[in-house]
């Protein structure tokens, strides 16, 4: 074998090493990394306090859960909060998270509790959602809110 064959090879397997390293690595760090991502942005980008137990996630496996998702109320509504989840879990087609279109083949949600109230401008889960059209808004480099989907063809307006 020549010296050059020899470097390429050992090249070649330290960069396995270090991507199978990264794998094992993300397998175990991606859940608490994504739960401090939604305990610290959450807030900010909702306008109402966010509480998250935890995440677990397997990548190799296209397996998620959150667990203890609580969204709070606006101010000005009288309920502490406007969203709870007791579980979600999901399992993705591993194949499909390369694609355009995200695959989910099972997802499960278990002890939801949906608080709807209406106050004097509008219902606090309308609320919520401009205060995420306003972060996105001022964060997308000037690019406006969130498009919404349009009317079909033919529909009055």
């Known amino acids: 074998m020549t010296t050059r064959l020899k470097i390429l090879s050992g090249l070649v397997i330290a960069f396995i090493l270090v991507a199978l390293g990264g794998i094992l690595w993300l397998s175990y760090e991606l ?4 739960a401090t991502a939604v305990r610290t942005f959450g807030p900010d980008i909702t306008g109402v306090s966010v509480h998250l137990d935890g995440v677990d996630i397997a990548p190799l496996r296209g397996t998620a859960m959150l667990r203890g998702l609580v969204v709070g109320n606006p101010k000005g509504f009288h309920a502490e909060q406007a969203l ?11 194949r499909s998270v390369f694609s355009d279109v995200i695959v989910i083949k099972r997802m499960s949600i278990i002890k939801p509790e949906l ?7 509008g219902s606090n889960l309308a609320t919520i959602q401009r205060n995420v059209d306003r972060y996105v808004s001022q964060h997308s480099g000037g690019k406006g809110a969130v498009e919404r989907p349009r009317q079909a063809a033919g529909r009055d307006s």
């Open 31 to 34: 859940g608490p990394l994504v």
């Open 84 to 94: 709870s989840l007791g579980e979600v879990s999901m399992t993705l087609a591993l």
């Open 115 to 121: 608080t709807y109230e209406f106050g004097s401008d």
